[in-house]
């Protein structure tokens, strides 16, 4: 717990500075590029186009909520994966991108992380914004609750940093930690689930309802959907809070304390 106060400490200490640093890194990222910006948004759009001729044009797919379209159904799945993503892979790597302030003794190398994430937090909110743009144009009545996905997005940030802490750590000492998290991110996408409701399984093999909620992200892409299409909110689901907020604080803790202990060795290996 220690280390957790002490970091929340120098995040706010230091928050002027992690601002200024997340906003460069976010320009940085486009630097060159002929198109720029947009460049962040050619991926996201193409797959959900790709997902909705395979599952809604091939297969047909009938979403859990009733008069919803896949597509709309889709989406909110879909916008916090990619923060996700983005967020556990650009963090993974971030010892290694900025080495030369790692190598500065005064620089506190523990903020790097958290530079990371609040960048891809620059991405995500974009995506928030086009994401209710989406649901107006479709039809879809704003509700209180689309408030809520910024608790969610908080949720997804916190995972997100503790899973990063411990693999950028390892990162720093085995390179193919990158390519590790990669495949399991692909897993991941699959198992939370996101592109298909679980009730195909679950009707079936009710055993099996258990093991999608053993996903942390299983938590936020739920809420996300409760959130943006059926109106509920988080207390409606006491159980999957506390076990992701459990989990999630385990992982954070075990990560930061194995980021605190490597450490003192980051500029010998970098």
Not at 41 to 58: A, D, H, M, R, S
Not at 169 to 196: E, H, N, R, T
Not at 236 to 259: D, H, Q
Request: contains cysteine; charged residues 10%.
């Amino acid at each position: 717990m220690h280390l957790i106060i002490s970091l929340i400490k120098k995040i706010l200490e230091k928050r002027r500075m992690i601002v200024q640093l997340a906003g460069a890194d976010f320009k940085k990222r486009f630097a060159g590029s002929y198109f720029g910006v947009i460049w962040m948004f050619i991926q996201p759009v193409v797959t959900v186009l790709v997902f909705f001729f395979i599952f809604q044009l091939g297969m047909k797919s009938v979403p859990p909520v009733p008069g919803v379209p896949y597509v709309i159904w889709l989406i909110p799945g879909l916008v916090p994966w990619f923060f996700f993503n983005e967020s556990l892979s650009g963090i993974t790597n971030c010892l290694n991108e900025y080495n030369y302030l790692v190598k500065k003794l005064v620089f506190p190398v523990e903020l790097l992380p958290v530079i990371k994430v609040c960048s891809c937090f620059l991405v995500h909110a974009c995506f928030l914004a086009i994401m209710f743009l989406v649901f107006v144009i479709g039809g879809r009545m704003p509700m209180i609750t689309w408030l809520q996905v910024l608790y969610y997005s908080f949720a997804a940030l916190v995972l997100s940093l503790g899973i990063g802490f411990f693999t950028s750590s390892v990162y720093a000492f085995f390179k193919d930690m990158q390519q590790i998290v990669g495949i399991c991110l692909q897993f991941g996408m699959w198992l939370a689930p996101i592109m298909y409701w679980e009730g195909m399984f679950t009707d079936s093999h009710p055993w099996m309802a258990p093991l999608f909620k053993l996903n942390p992200f299983y938590y936020i892409a739920a809420g996300y959907r409760d959130s943006m299409l059926t109106g509920n909110f988080f207390w409606e689901r006491p159980l999957n809070t506390l076990y992701f907020w459990g989990v999630s604080a385990l992982i954070f803790y075990v990560g930061l304390k194995v980021f605190t202990k490597l450490r003192p060795h980051f500029a010998d290996v970098l």
